[in-house]
């Protein structure tokens, strides 16, 4: 039988790249099912049944959730919960319902406790505090996982869960106040080389560690877990701890990125550091041992990655 594959978030930056990773394996395009927001509100239950009542997805990528940097999950906790957790049930329950067997859940590294020993292992999962910047988000996807888990030991089902590091690349969200921070510093030293201006400022100490993914090594790592024989995932997984942690395996400081995204911008002016402003954890680092043992790499360099995001946003600039 020929696999029919909604993507759910298809228009999002993970979304449209797991889109890009089922072409290029030989997926057709009549194989992939998608749907905008105004065709179909992933909040609304009845909405959500009557999509797989009618269409009989056998695989499900669930991508789609409300996303944002500090700022965003700080001015927005509620919706940033509310709206994940109704997606999230909404999806993984209708799968179930209509008889789809595979499904594949994005979640985040910020599920791990603020303070959790580094590299973070996929063992650290409900073992202290969540960073407060951003609990209800993570909370959501906590509960995300354990949906999957759930219908996995009640009824039978493959529903995996994969947790992305810090994402950034094609398709990426450079708003001035809801992005995260790759983008937020292309856009940040885009605007100052082109503005001439003296300086850039960046909020916090510049001392946290960050690690980060290009968005289309993250979607194949989706298609790969996806694709595993359930002999060789549940090798690597326990039942009630199957979330597998997908990373790219070295970290750099937030100075470091910002230096490298001005050299990659060609920005000359001063880098300064607001710490008046938040920092978030002082380091987040995957342990993403168990997909490495499965036979999965990266492949694109975070310089090279950040060339690829620039390039990918002055094309966007220009199609405005």
Not at 205 to 226: C, Q, T
Request: proline residues 5%; aromatic residues 8%.
């Amino acid at each position: 039988m020929d696999e029919k594959i909604y993507v759910a978030g298809h228009r999002g930056m993970v979304g449209s790249a797991i889109i890009r990773a089922l072409r290029t394996r030989g997926v057709e395009s009549s194989q992939i099912l998608t749907r905008t927001h105004d065709e179909l509100d992933l909040i609304n239950q009845g909405e959500v049944e009557a999509f797989f009542a009618r269409e009989r997805p056998t695989q499900v990528y669930l991508a789609a959730a409300k996303v944002g940097g500090i700022h965003a999950n700080n001015i927005f906790p509620a919706e940033f919960i509310y709206e994940n957790l109704m997606v999230q049930a909404n999806v993984i329950h209708a799968a179930h319902r209509n008889n789809v067997q595979k499904l594949l859940f994005l979640g985040s590294s910020c599920i791990y406790p603020r303070l959790v020993p580094q590299p973070m292992a996929e063992s650290a999962l409900l073992t202290g505090s969540l960073e407060p910047t951003n609990e209800p988000y993570a909370i959501a996807k906590i509960a995300g996982i354990k949906l999957c888990e759930s219908y996995n030991r009640q009824y039978g089902r493959d529903y995996r869960s994969v947790m992305p590091t810090n994402l950034y690349g094609p398709g990426d969200n450079y708003h001035h106040e809801n992005s995260h921070v790759v983008p937020a510093l292309i856009r940040r030293f885009h605007e100052a080389k082109v503005a001439d201006a003296p300086q850039v400022v960046i909020w916090g100490s510049g001392k946290p560690r960050r690690e980060f993914l290009y968005v289309d090594d993250m979607a194949n790592a989706s298609v790969f877990v996806m694709n595993l024989e359930a002999a060789e995932y549940n090798a690597q997984v326990e039942p009630q701890m199957s979330l597998i942690n997908v990373g790219f395996g070295s970290d750099v400081t937030i100075a470091e990125l910002a230096q490298m995204v001005s050299g990659v911008i060609g920005y000359q002016g001063e880098i300064v550091f607001d710490r008046d402003k938040p920092d978030g954890p002082p380091r987040k680092l995957m342990d993403s041992a168990r997909l490495l043992a499965m036979g999965w790499r990266p492949t694109v360099g975070l310089e090279d990655g950040i060339r690829l995001a620039y390039q990918d946003m002055q094309q966007h600039m220009c199609r405005k």
